[in-house]
């Protein structure tokens, strides 16, 4: 890219997040992404441009590790005109959704992160003007916590993200609960991740965004302001769905249109396009801890019917749900086991400060860093040593709960099966597909007592206001299949 010529008219507004802002290139397949901060809490160059060294190298010797070269895109570093960016920021402002506006795009480095555009296919050839559908998905944590750490019974039963639902509506994050539970998607199963992504269809919350030749078309800008109509987005996907069938539109039309759309997401989410070196290191078994949640709607609708052997098929090995699941389960301990290992550390580095950089706490995030993380046992000889490395781990783990996924679709023809790219079939048409994982920005060792503190909340706030209202004849369902998995039916 000639930072010289650099135009702000030749960016859009593209997203955002908690921590960073992203244009898109009007005509390449390029977006640029922008730390943010809150007003008056400006980083200077030199820490901005440390911040993103560490997010790339983290990605480059850490993230392709457990995810795959394939699936990871680290980018690389960008240093623009400080005028470019200065009308850039005030080009795209009004774009900006109200509630990210709490914190600044940083315009004052001149430093940003360039990136594929992941709304297209990858990798990406120059040649190709086809049209494009993207899904982002930000699954979260999918398993729930098998650590004997845990205080709680109910963290047991309940995954994090149906507690949390509770909390977020009550704080008014979201106006209603979702009925999508990570549990699901993460299953294996068909029946399973199909509801599951029913449910983020019909609630897309910050979880689920569609994008039609890189524009958003469904999902929520902000909390106010969701497009999230299924005759709309049918209207949208219809062409690449029955291309040359005349459907017409309707409600019919809307079902057939989900339906497939639904189909090609679990295909592509189960599709293996990438090895990884992960993929040879000792992982953490899936089989730890409950495979469903009690709180999710489709289990509770199976109990009801009376069956309770929910299916739990299992992900491939090399496809990203399960990748991303591996490095989620880095937490073995649960925060609760976590928290006295983290202060273990902190009582360190306050006798020893010097030795912050040592151990490797705010980087470098490089091969060396990468190869202590491979050390899964949890025998605690009540080392640092031993307590650091759980610390990262943790940390690992908290960004794969918090990355979000990429789908991007396009059509193509029976005679381009010879092409590089998988292939994804639905009944009328045929995709080729890419799979990408995106924010794998490392999660600060800081925020460890936030996330003490927040799962407390969570639990206390289930607990009082949820499980202790529950439907009675749910909840002994629940404990009969518990116990025997035999539930006696009046007759
Ligand atoms: O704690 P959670 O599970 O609510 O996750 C936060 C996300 O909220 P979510 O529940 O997905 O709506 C939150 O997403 P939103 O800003 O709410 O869209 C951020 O991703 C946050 O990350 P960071 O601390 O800014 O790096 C996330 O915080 P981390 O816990 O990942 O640090
Ligand atoms: N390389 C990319 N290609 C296309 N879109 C992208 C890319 N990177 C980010 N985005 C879009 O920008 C949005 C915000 O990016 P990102 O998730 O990295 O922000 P964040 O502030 O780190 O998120 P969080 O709130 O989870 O911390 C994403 O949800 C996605 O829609």
Not at 244 to 265: D, M
């Amino acid at each position: 890219m000639e930072v010289e010529k650099m135009d702000e008219n030749e960016w859009k507004y593209h997203g955002e997040g908690n921590q960073s802002l992203v244009v898109s290139h009007c005509q390449r397949c390029v977006v640029l992404r922008f730390l943010k901060s809150p007003p008056n809490q400006n980083k200077t160059p030199e820490e901005i441009l440390h911040h993103l060294q560490n997010i790339v190298d983290f990605g480059k010797h850490v993230m392709k590790q457990f995810f795959g070269e394939n699936y990871v895109h680290h980018g690389e570093i960008i240093q623009l005109p400080l005028d470019f960016v200065r009308q850039l920021c005030l080009k795209i402002q009004p774009e900006r959704p109200e509630c990210r506006c709490d914190k600044d795009m940083d315009t004052l480095s001149g430093y940003a992160m360039c990136l594929p555009n992941l709304t297209r296919l990858q990798p990406f050839r120059f040649a190709e003007h086809r049209p494009i559908l993207c899904i982002e998905i930000k699954p979260k944590c999918g398993f729930i916590p098998f650590s004997s750490h845990v205080s709680q019974e109910i963290k047991h039963k309940v995954c994090r993200y149906c507690m949390h639902q509770h909390l977020k509506v009550a704080n008014g994050k979201w106006k209603r609960p979702s009925k999508y539970c990570p549990l699901d998607l993460f299953s294996g199963n068909k029946q399973r991740m199909h509801f599951a992504l029913k449910s983020l269809l019909q609630e897309a919350q910050n979880n689920l965004k569609i994008f039609k030749n890189g524009e958003l078309i469904y999902g929520c800008k902000d909390d106010q302001d969701c497009v999230c109509d299924w005759n709309e987005l049918a209207r949208h996907l219809k062409p690449f769905f029955f291309p040359c069938n005349g459907l017409a539109s309707g409600p019919q039309c809307t079902r057939s249109v989900v339906k497939e759309l639904i189909h090609v997401i679990t295909m592509a989410l189960l599709s293996s396009t990438d090895s990884c070196r992960a993929g040879h290191m000792k992982t953490v078994p899936v089989s730890q801890g409950r495979s469903y949640c009690e709180a999710s709607a489709f289990n509770k609708e199976l109990v009801r019917n009376g069956k309770h052997k929910l299916e739990s098929s299992g992900l491939p090995r090399g496809c990203l749900l399960y990748k991303t699941l591996q490095a989620q389960m880095l937490d073995m301990l649960d925060i609760e086991g976590l928290y006295p290992l983290y202060s273990r550390v902190e009582q360190y580095l306050e006798e020893f400060p010097e030795e912050r950089s040592t151990l490797q706490i705010d980087g470098p995030y490089n091969e060396a860093f990468y190869e202590k993380l491979l050390d899964l046992s949890l025998e605690d000889d009540g080392t640092v040593a031993f307590a650091l490395t759980k610390v990262q781990q943790y940390r690992i783990a908290m960004t794969a709960k918090d990355c979000s996924i990429m789908i991007a679709l396009s059509p193509c023809l029976q005679d381009e099966c010879s092409e590089q790219r998988p292939v994804v079939l639905t009944s009328k048409s045929r995709f080729t597909f890419s799979v990408s994982v995106l924010d794998l920005d490392l999660k600060p060792y800081e925020s460890i007592p936030h996330q003490y503190k927040l799962d407390g909340e969570i639990v206390n706030y289930y607990l009082k206001n949820v499980q202790a209202k529950e439907d009675p004849v749910m909840s002994n369902l629940f404990k009969e299949n518990e116990d025997c998995t035999l539930v006696l039916h009046k007759v």
